[in-house]
Antibody, heavy 122, light 106 residues
């Protein structure tokens, strides 16, 4: 059974940092590209960042470029999102999600975690 | 590339045919997915490649279109289909989502 479990969310002050993790199981993590998607309260979905299966290629939404860094540890089947210079508008539930097809950068997302909430407020 | 969904909300009777439209500001070569998100739940992939039904998704859901214009159709609306539906393009970064369409039962 495919499982994705996010952690690391919480309350942080504006300008602060937070590191999200996503531990996966049930599939060959090193074969699949991964993404982070967020959803602000009462709002729609926003793709945040993606990373290739090897970690050699990454992409970011303009809204987080230069502030967020995506990475992965294939030996631990874990995806990360390092977030810094956080703003109130970064408040959202953050989901990690798996690409539908192996070794396909920028793909649809067929499995999602339950999400971890991030609140940026003083 | 911007993704524009219409309508933003739709109300229909059980058994009705429901169609949601997603328009890209540029051609996306059918790199288009549809997701269903029920209240308080995680998004679920329904369709990828514009028209390929994801495994386990009921056959009353179908997708179509090409170029810049795509549709998601529910052939016979069921009570369990009450949800918000999102399109997403994935031809290139960023993987932009549409604004969502909320489907309700009359």
């Amino acid at each position: 059974e495919v499982q994705l479990l996010e952690s690391g969310g919480g309350l942080v002050q504006p300008g602060g940092s937070l590191r999200l993790s996503c531990e996966v199981s049930g599939f060959g993590f090193s074969d699949y590209d991964m993404s982070w998607v967020r959803q602000a309260p009462g709002e729609g979905l926003e793709w945040v960042s993606g990373i290739s299966s090897t970690g050699g290629r990454t992409d970011y939404a303009d809204s987080v470029q230069g502030r967020f860094t995506i990475s992965r540890d294939n030996s631990k089947s874990t995806l990360f999102l390092q977030m810094s210079l956080l703003r109130a508008e970064d408040t959202a539930i953050y989901y990690c999600a798996k690409a539908t097809q192996p070794r396909r950068f920028l793909d649809s997302l067929d499995y999602w975690g339950q999400g971890t909430p991030v609140t940026v407020s003083s | 590339i911007q993704m524009t969904q219409s309508p933003s909300s739709q109300s229909a009777f059980v058994g009705d045919r429901v169609t949601i439209t997603c328009r890209a500001s540029q051609g996306i070569n059918s790199f288009l997915a549809w997701y269903q998100q029920k209240p308080g739940k995680v998004p679920k992939l329904l369709i990828h490649g514009a028209s390929t039904l994801q495994s386990g998704v009921p056959s009353r859901f179908s997708g179509g279109g090409s170029g810049t214009d795509y549709t998601l159709t529910i052939s016979s609306l069921q009570p369990e289909d009450v949800a918000t539906y999102y399109c997403q393009k994935y031809d290139s970064a960023p993987l932009t989502f549409g604004g969502g369409t909320t489907v309700e039962i009359k």
